[in-house]
């Protein structure tokens, strides 16, 4: 038996212990996603990377890859499903993607084009979220936030730290600060942090920076997320 799979018929070689999601970004097949960050422990949040095995879903993020399995990723089904994702994504935060600093930079963004999905349907929620701007080198605009957890499992995994948590459960579920006053500036963040690189969307941005390359130059303006992958793959660039 041999190691590997196929996605939409495509043959995926994978080696042991890999999840169908590191198989098929090696390949060079993309699964939309937006909580998996290889340099942390998957957990499937977003379920936006479900796929079908076998003619079962499961996320392709937490879901090991076996020998000669028979994997669908974009089927009508399955895009369908994620563009209502999606939107529930976006019509739950205040998303300013037109003037937002993030804009041509953000994933969930780039993953809405690359499904299709290109305008919200559903009422939106607009909750009221503060902004955080007390810390002197970033600011945290909650009204952003998708709860994806990268900036949680970097600071507890990485920086050794735990400055993020999420509180609350269903709608009323958003990210939470750890420091006495529930502010950025008396937490144990630093913007060197890895916590401060891996956000996918304009929740955690650095100050004194804005706008230096110009909308319709960035990242996505410029390539397909399936071709350029993770938005945090480039956030040196």
């Given at each position: 038996m041999s190691n590997q799979f196929t996605i939409d018929g495509l043959v995926v070689?994978?080696?042991?212990?890999?999840?169908?999601?590191?198989?098929?970004?090696?390949?060079g097949v993309y699964i939309p996603h937006l909580c998996h960050n290889p340099e942390f422990y998957p957990h499937g949040s977003c379920r936006l990377c479900t796929v079908n095995v076998n003619g079962r879903p499961v996320t392709a993020c937490t879901t090991p890859a076996s020998a000669n399995a028979k994997v669908e990723n974009e089927t009508h089904e399955i895009n369908t499903r994620r563009r209502l994702l999606l939107k529930m994504l976006f019509v739950e935060g205040n998303h300013v993607c037109p003037?937002?600093?993030?804009?041509?930079?953000?994933q969930l963004q780039a993953v809405a084009y690359h499904c299709s999905m290109l305008a919200p349907e559903f009422t939106h929620f607009y909750p009221r979220?503060?902004?955080?701007?007390?810390?002197?080198?970033?600011?945290i605009d909650f009204n952003r936030c998708i709860l994806c957890e990268l900036c949680v499992r970097a600071s507890r995994d990485v920086d050794d730290k735990n400055v993020f948590a999420i509180s609350g459960r269903g709608i009323e579920a958003h990210l939470v600060i750890n420091s006495p006053s529930g502010k950025l500036r008396d937490s144990a963040f630093h913007s060197d942090d890895k916590?401060?690189?891996?956000?996918?969307?304009?929740?955690?941005?650095?100050?004194?920076?804005g706008y230096d390359v110009p909308i319709g130059e960035r990242l996505y303006d410029r390539e397909s997320i399936s071709l350029v992958g993770d938005v945090a793959q480039h956030e040196e660039e």
């Open positions: 070689p994978f080696k042991e212990g890999e999840s169908i999601m590191d198989a098929a970004l090696a390949a003037a937002c600093e993030k804009s041509g930079n953000c979220r503060q902004i955080d701007a007390s810390h002197t080198e970033t600011v916590a401060a690189h891996v956000c996918p969307v304009g929740a955690i941005l650095p100050k004194h920076k």
